[in-house]
């Protein structure tokens, strides 16, 4: 477990102060209430599902014959063009009768559902007479867009989703609930059901056994602790559920599978956040709603000696809950593994060639990109015809924006701190200094002013690197020459500030990304709040000063949103390299910041939306490099940047530039 830094313990100190009331539903009347509300706001934070279930359009593309079953190769529509890839293991005794269903989920399993931990399962229980479906997670195994052995759906290509609304965990949950009705389709099935998974295989058996009923038997292994202890670990975007800790715990989740069969397992030696003594914590809480309900002896919690796993003792323990609450056969105790042959992950593909899928076959940055292109198409429907029109629509956009990003009124009180003293040279002072800007949690700031007279102008340069970025340092020159002053904040969570999670393919700020999702508080809503007010800051200082705001890269995200969020501001905004939308249909590049993906953030606009707020000020594109790192031509940027040009050319006052070029800091000395 990395040592956690202010940014941490503060993210930490926040979940603790929103959890600090709960308490257990006294009667059955209160749980109901309590459950009811749960429920609706686990479904808004899991993201939108379609008003009505598409065909599932189900397909079997080949059997194979085994000792005790036959294994079907089958794919389904989830929802329009998501087409989920999965195999069923149909017992022999199915030939005498309907037989119960297990739909077997995998987590983090190199192969995903064909991966032999994930098909012993399977095979267990066909073997015992359950009717089994095991689907490959949305972008996980041959829903990958290169399907290969280890591939990963989360980090920079499940976070595609946030912005739209959507997120994985949301998708699972969906994908979970058509299979439900896939298996209550299939003519062999009697309507009891159960589910089981491991790891996030645990979390979506939870989590599906939680939002629906028709389930009657839950086992989540390798999954349970505490949404809090997530805060002390990093964990796949697969198992975010955003806002969470603003309206409950993990045990109130499990909870609400009352009263239908739980059984939770963990492995003594498993991380931090699946921990037994974490664990402990969800599942009193679950075992006191099944008591409270009168049915203790559905609820089950049992700790392996073991490692992260999902080994024979733990599935000998899951047939044979399985076993007593979907057949009503014995009472739960471990019912030993069947002899099984695994097949190989060869043998059970759906689709050995990539060109076999369908054209139509939907990963995770596809149907990310098709949403964002319906949610910015509304937004740019929306240009205005003459002045009057575009006031109304930025408040509206300002207000969304607040309400996405959960913005909290700034601290108008708020003042540079030196905190080394004043230092620098015959020409220039520098000072190091802190602004307080979310209670009492602090940002460093690097400040430089000329000694000999008042500066001809007031910068504040933001930098997703920090106060210390070196892309700084020539520009920071040039205004020196010029006799300017400037004001560079290192934003919460980055450069010398970072946490010390480290990245996670590809993304750098993964971990402290997801922890601000968890607490209702995304780190591009906490980078906006510290540009705010060192921009508040830097104004008042600068009084009648010329003040210009510059960024760097990403940077450029949080600069158009604060400023656009200040419509008093009256401020030149340089953005170098500025990233043109949040839309992609691949994953974002090696070096995006998570943190910018606030979910939700595509209902309020697109980047080039919330530039036009800024206006009348003015402001200059100088240069465009997108999430993938590709620079934009000029004709690209001139077309990614038309909605705020069009607002400008309908508002008077200010100007919009947009140069394609590469930036040169001497330029400003001209």
């Avoid at 009768?97 to 192969?111: D, E, F, T, Y």
């Avoid at 602004?435 to 340069?461: C, G, H, Q, W, Y």
């Avoid at 980047?607 to 690209?636: C, D, M, W, Y």
Wanted: aromatic content about 6%; overall charge positive.
């Amino acid at each position: 477990m990395a040592e956690p830094n202010a940014f941490d313990l503060r993210t930490r100190a926040v979940a603790a102060k929103l959890r600090e009331a709960d308490r257990p539903p006294e009667t059955a009347e209160a749980w109901a209430t309590r459950r009811k509300a749960l429920i609706v706001k686990m479904r808004e934070s899991c993201g939108p599902i379609p008003e009505k279930p598409c065909d599932l359009t189900p397909k079997i593309h080949g059997e194979l014959k085994r000792d005790g079953y036959r294994i079907e190769k089958i794919t389904i529509q989830t929802r329009p063009d998501v087409w989920a890839t999965a195999t069923a293991y149909v017992p022999d005794a199915a030939a005498k009768g309907k037989v119960p269903a297990v739909l077997v989920v995998h987590g983090h399993w190199a192969w995903a559902r064909r991966d032999p931990v994930v098909q012993s399962r399977s095979i267990g229980l066909a073997k015992l007479g359950f009717f089994v479906l095991a689907i490959d997670a949305f972008g996980a195994g041959e829903r990958h867009p290169k399907p290969a052995r280890g591939t990963y759906h989360g980090a920079l290509m499940g976070s595609t989703l946030w912005p739209t609304g959507h997120s994985l965990l949301g998708m699972g949950v969906y994908d979970n609930q058509r299979a439900v009705d896939y298996l209550l389709s299939r003519p062999e099935v009697n309507g009891k059901l159960g589910i089981t998974g491991a790891s996030g295989g645990g979390n979506q058996s939870m989590n599906a056994g939680a939002l629906d009923d028709r389930i009657h038997a839950v086992v989540p292994v390798c999954s349970v602790g505490s949404y809090q202890a997530y805060l002390k670990a990093a964990c796949c975007v697969c198992e975010v559920l955003p806002n969470a800790l603003t309206y409950t715990e993990e045990g109130d989740v499990l909870g609400l599978v009352a009263p239908r069969a739980l059984m939770v397992i963990n492995a003594s030696k498993d991380a931090v956040q699946f921990s037994p003594a974490e664990a402990e914590r969800s599942v009193s809480r679950a075992k006191s709603i099944y008591g409270m309900l009168k049915i203790p002896q559905k609820f089950k919690h049992v700790v392996i000696e073991s490692g992260h796993d999902y080994n024979q003792p733990m599935r000998e323990l899951m047939y044979g809950w399985m076993t007593w609450h979907l057949k009503g056969e014995g009472k739960g105790e471990p019912i030993p593994e069947p002899k099984m042959t695994i097949d190989t992950p060869e043998d059970l593909a759906i689709f050995p060639n990539l060109e076999d899928r369908p054209k139509s076959f939907l990963t995770p940055t596809l149907f990310a990109a098709k949403e964002a292109a319906t949610l910015i198409q509304k937004h740019d429907a929306l240009k205005p015809d003459h002045p009057e029109m575009w006031t109304a629509r930025a408040i509206a956009v300002r207000k969304r924006l607040g309400e996405v990003l959960r913005l909290r009124p700034l601290d108008a009180d708020a003042k540079l701190r030196v905190i080394l003293g004043v230092q620098g040279s015959e020409t220039y002072k520098l000072f190091p200094a802190r602004i307080s800007t979310d209670n009492e949690f602090e940002i460093n700031t690097r400040n430089l002013s000329p000694v000999a007279k008042p500066a001809v102008r007031m910068n504040v340069i933001l930098h997703m690197e920090g106060e210390d970025a070196a892309a700084i340092r020539p520009l920071q020159d040039e205004l020196m020459k010029n006799g300017e002053s400037i004001l560079a904040p290192t934003l919460r969570a980055t450069g010398g500030f970072k946490t010390a999670w480290g990245g996670v393919a590809g993304a750098s700020d993964h971990t402290a990304a997801e922890h601000g999702i968890w607490i209702g508080e995304p780190l591009l809503a906490q980078w906006v709040r510290d540009a705010m007010t060192t921009i508040q800051v830097a104004k008042n200082s600068a009084r009648k000063t010329p003040f210009r705001i510059v960024s760097f890269g990403q940077a450029g995200v949080v600069t158009a949103i604060a400023a656009g969020l200040m419509p008093d501001l009256r401020a030149e905004l340089l953005l170098i390299d500025l990233p043109p939308t949040f839309a992609s249909d691949t994953p974002y590049g090696a070096g995006t910041l998570m943190g910018l993906l606030a979910p939700g953030i595509l209902k309020a606009g697109d980047i080039p939306h919330f530039l036009a707020l800024n206006a009348p000020n003015n402001v200059t594109i100088a240069g465009s490099v997108s999430l993938q790192g590709n620079r934009l031509t000029q004709k690209e940027a001139d077309a990614a940047f038309a909605f705020p040009a069009h607002v400008y050319k309908t508002v008077p006052g200010g100007t919009f530039t947009v140069s394609a070029d590469v930036f040169k800091p001497e330029a400003l000395g001209k």
